[in-house]
């Protein structure tokens, strides 16, 4: 069973940011691959792929041109995130039980509304404004159900040595 | 008992959208204060103001030159949220038997040094990079046991009435 984040209706100038933010959180809370659409940006993939290449993996980043034919022909369960939706707390159970392939759709500013119909679950995390991270981020908490936390990563060159004060990065590799 | 979160190093050009969803993310999950350092930038303030005045508070959220001696003169429990810090997952628990206030801080690209010294915990939401916005929403989340996802607004004009599909808000007030 695998995890994909899509990622819609990047800009490279206005969300360089967020995008890059939404798809080191999908690594670190456990996603396997993350995908974005809109506006094509090397430099998304690039820097993805350098945290990747020193913190390790597996975890693919990629652009998709085309989302609706990818979500269309996506193989497995379809969740929209969005504060329109139902609330996680009364749908999560359920989502974490399915035995399928996992797509986890998180906008930008605007959604087409087309989005809500083509997928299996609209879910809000919170019925307020903030933050598609956040809505991620809780989300992949949930669903993993904290194990997330303690995930190892493979062939990375540095790891973090959690310390009460300072900072401690150990060399591997 | 209130939970306010500070922002550090705020930069207008730069950081304008990941401020504003931490400020929203911090109302959104349950924190009564947000409070932003760095570069003054009215705009965060007003575009925070407005969705409080919409949506419901009470949430404040204020500009503050000096974040040392505030954290300094904080009254409660201080919190910093870093990657270094020990994983939350094995503090979390102490940190909801506390009875006073608590002070979350979160970052922007550098923490200065000393901000790991002048606070009672370092705490990392997982040992790998990615989102002051992921952190501050997954502790909150952990914070508040997920009764956080059904707090109530008070005196706010809309609503959402949770939706399968599409969209619906309720006007009130």
Redesign the interface.
Known sequence: MKVTVLRLGHRIF?DK??TT?IC??A???GADTVIFSGEEDKSIVESVSD?VER?GGPFEVRYEKNWKAFIKKFDGVKVHLT???????DTIEKIREIKQNLLIIVGSQKVP?EV??IVD??I????????E??A???FL?EFFQ?K????Q?ENGKI??A???????VIKIN
């Open positions: 206005r940011r967020l933010h080191l959180i690594r670190a809370f945290i913190w504060v329109y939706g139902k609330p996680i707390q509304s809500y119909n679950y609209n809000g995390v919170t019925q307020q404004p903030h933050s991270a956040a991620l981020a809780v908490h904290g997330e936390l303690k995930k990563f790891e973090i959690p310390q009460e004060k300072g900072k401690k």
